[in-house]
């Protein structure tokens, strides 16, 4: 499960487990409460704070756990209801955020990373990739909604619209990620950044992204339906 590990006044949100070799870190009931749980943390503590979210390996996330939505067809509109509500919490968390991206981010690990404040990508490695449309698979209102708020118009629609798969450098030149890093440098540039940020903390930094973010919000918190297929 998601573990966290502070940094000074950085938290480091890691979405895999510690041992885990290579996971791809899916978005299940349980992933998602262990998410929420290290978020309260966060909000929790006082003084300057900014989050950071990474992985190690070669994911960052693969978005849904589609293995887990084909045992529990039932609820299929119920899991994607509760990952947006964690969309919509990184969204306007009154926190700056950074989404260090050292490894593939697909479909809803993708919507996750562009919740952030800042994304910061693997130059050399991993793909950047919404693979909806590939996959025959439609997009919920909210995320739909939280692209249109966080990318550029004309890379987002080609982003949707064909499922192409993005290196981190033609990610960055298209603007759906803020910067990119080597390997190794990743995580700690995303860190550098936070620490630069962390006296933003705040109820005011969390009025301002709600103000600027209104809507989706409202999008993202609306329950998934039709989706039990």
């Avoid at 998602?32 to 290290?38: D, E, G, K, Y």
């Avoid at 919740?115 to 909806?132: E, I, K, N, Q, S």
């Avoid at 995320?143 to 966080?150: G, M, N």
């Amino acid at each position: 499960m998601p573990s966290l590990t502070n940094d000074g006044d950085v938290s480091i949100l890691y979405l895999d487990e510690p041992d885990a070799s290579d996971s791809e870190n899916r978005f299940n009931p349980e992933w998602l409460a262990s998410v929420n749980a290290l978020l309260d943390e966060v909000e929790a503590s006082q003084g300057p704070r900014a989050l950071v979210t990474t992985a190690r390996g070669k994911f960052y996330s693969t978005g849904a756990d589609l293995a887990w939505g084909a045992a529990n067809p039932g609820r299929i509109d119920w899991l994607l209801t509760e990952i947006q509500a964690v969309l919509a919490r990184i969204l306007v968390l009154p926190v700056p955020t950074v989404a260090a991206m050292q490894g593939h981010t697909f479909g809803a690990g993708a919507f996750l990373a562009m919740a952030h404040d800042r994304t910061v990508m693997r130059a050399d490695r991993g793909y950047f990739c919404l693979p909806g449309i590939t996959l025959g698979g439609s997009y919920a209102p909210g995320v739909l909604a939280l692209a249109a708020a966080r990318l550029p118009a004309r890379a987002g629609h080609e982003a949707l619209m064909t499922g192409r798969r993005y290196g981190g450098i033609d990610a960055e030149r298209a603007g759906l990620v803020d910067a990119v890093e080597s390997d190794s440098r990743v995580l700690e540039s995303a860190v550098e950044y936070a620490h630069g940020v962390a006296q933003t903390r705040g109820p005011v930094l969390g009025e301002i992204k709600v103000g600027l973010y209104e809507p989706v919000v409202a999008a993202l918190r609306t329950p998934v339906t039709g989706y039990n297929r």
